[in-house]
């Protein structure tokens, strides 16, 4: 499974952004995708996550009403819409597919497959 994502850039606090995760290979075996993100000088953290069967959709705290992840079967991308953003949420994004049934959606060493990460930047 290859995992490509983008849609990161530049954004005012307030503002809105939607990332895009596009997924190629053997994506029939994906039992859950995820969003993390890495801020400089900090451990890479859960964001949001859903397993493809049934659509249970997880999401940390901060944010929340504020996000929203989903899917696009037919193009085989994940997306996650960012609204009402925050300096805080400045990070590299990084999505995340996760093959095995074992393991917490919430954490990094559950994933089996990464893509490269895009880079968000919330202005005050």
């Known amino acids: 499974v290859q995992l490509q994502a983008s849609g990161g850039g530049l954004v005012q606090a307030g503002g809105s952004l939607r990332l895009s995760c596009s997924t190629s290979g053997r994506t029939f075996n994906t039992y859950a995708s995820g969003w993390f993100r890495q801020a400089p000088g900090k451990e890479r953290e859960f964001v949001a996550a859903?397993?493809?069967?049934?659509?249970?959709?997880y999401y940390t705290d901060s944010v929340k009403g504020r996000f929203t992840i989903s899917r696009d079967n037919a193009k085989n991308t994940v997306y996650l819409q960012m609204d009402r953003v925050r300096p805080e949420d400045t990070a590299v994004y990084y999505c995340?597919?996760?093959?095995?049934?074992?393991?917490?959606?919430?954490?990094?060493?559950?994933?089996?497959?990464w893509g490269q990460g895009t880079q968000v930047t919330v202005s005050s």
């Open positions: 995340a597919a996760k093959a095995r049934y074992s393991g917490s959606v919430l954490y990094t060493e559950s994933y089996d497959y």
């Open positions: 859903f397993i493809w069967s049934g659509y249970t959709t």
